[in-house]
C-alpha cells in the first residue's frame, strides 16, 4: 500500500492530517506552499486539476476534496479502527455531516469571507452581518445536535467529529467566538484533548 498526502499548514489539509494521525496510517507527506504557487505545476495540475490542497494519492489514485478523502479513509481504514461506521445507518448519519460540513457549512464560511474580508470597495456591512449571522445560523443547528449525543455522528468519537471539528476550529479562528455555543465548545475541548490530535500537530 502507498499513501501519498499532499498538505499545506492551515488550510483544509488539517482535516486530513488529523485524520492520518487517528488512524496511524503510513504515508508520506509532502508540503505544498501556496504561497509559492506549488499547486500550480505542472505535475501537481496533473495530479489534481484543481491546483488546491488536500489531496491524497492512493495506490496511484489521486483524490481531491477534503469529504471525499474522509470518506474514503473512513471506509478504506477507519471501520476495523471503530472510527468511521459500517455500511447501513449509522454510515449514512456519518455521510451527512460530512456532506453537510463542506457543502452547507463549508459553502456559509465562503460567503463570509468573501463580503468579511473582499476588496474594502466592495464592504457592505449589511452582507457581512448576514453572512455571519448564517454561519451562527448553522453553528446553532450543530449545538442542538451535540445536546443530543457527545459526538456528532453518535455516541463515540469519529472521523466525522475530525472533519467537522477541524472545520469549526478554523471559523472560530475568523473571530467566531466558542462560548457562544458552549456545546460545541466542549466537543471541541473532547475532541482535541485525544492522543490523535496530539499526534497530528506533531507530525
Ligand atoms: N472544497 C475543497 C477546498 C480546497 C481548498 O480551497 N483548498 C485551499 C486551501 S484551504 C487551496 O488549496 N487553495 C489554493 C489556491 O486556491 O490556489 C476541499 O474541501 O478540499
Known amino acids: 500500500m502507498s499513501l501519498v498526502f499532499y498538505y499545506a499548514p492551515m488550510s483544509t ?12 496510517i503510513p504515508h508520506e507527506k509532502v508540503v505544498i506552499d ?25 495506490d496511484g489514485v489521486p483524490i ?5 478523502i474522509l470518506i474514503h479513509l473512513g471506509e478504506t481504514f477507519g471501520v476495523d479502527r471503530g472510527l468511521f461506521p459500517a455500511p447501513g445507518l449509522e454510515r449514512a448519519l456519518a ?44 453553528f446553532g443547528i450543530l449545538e442542538a445536535e451535540l445536546a443530543k449525543t457527545p459526538y456528532v455522528a453518535g455516541e ?5 467529529d475530525v472533519h467537522l471539528g477541524g472545520f469549526v476550529y478554523w471559523i472560530a479562528s475568523l473571530g467566531f467566538d466558542l462560548t457562544r455555543w458552549p456545546g460545541i465548545a466542549a466537543w471541541q475541548a473532547r475532541c482535541t484533548s485525544r492522543p490523535g490530535h496530539a499526534r497530528a500537530l506533531a507530525s
Open 13 to 24: 489539509a488539517e482535516t486530513v492530517n488529523w485524520a492520518l494521525a487517528e488512524l496511524e
Open 34 to 58: 501556496l504561497k509559492a504557487r506549488d499547486q500550480d505545476k505542472r505535475g501537481y495540475r496533473a495530479l489534481d486539476p484543481n491546483g488546491r490542497v488536500p489531496l491524497v494519492v492512493h
Open 64 to 68: 481531491f476534496e477534503s469529504a471525499a
Open 95 to 138: 455521510l451527512k455531516w460530512l456532506v453537510w460540513t463542506n457543502v452547507t457549512l463549508g459553502a456559509a464560511v465562503g460567503r463570509f469571507l468573501e463580503k468579511a474580508f473582499g476588496p474594502p470597495e466592495q464592504k457592505d456591512g449589511e452582507a457581512v452581518g448576514l453572512a455571519r449571522a448564517e454561519v451562527e445560523r448553522l
Open 156 to 160: 463515540t468519537f469519529s472521523l466525522v
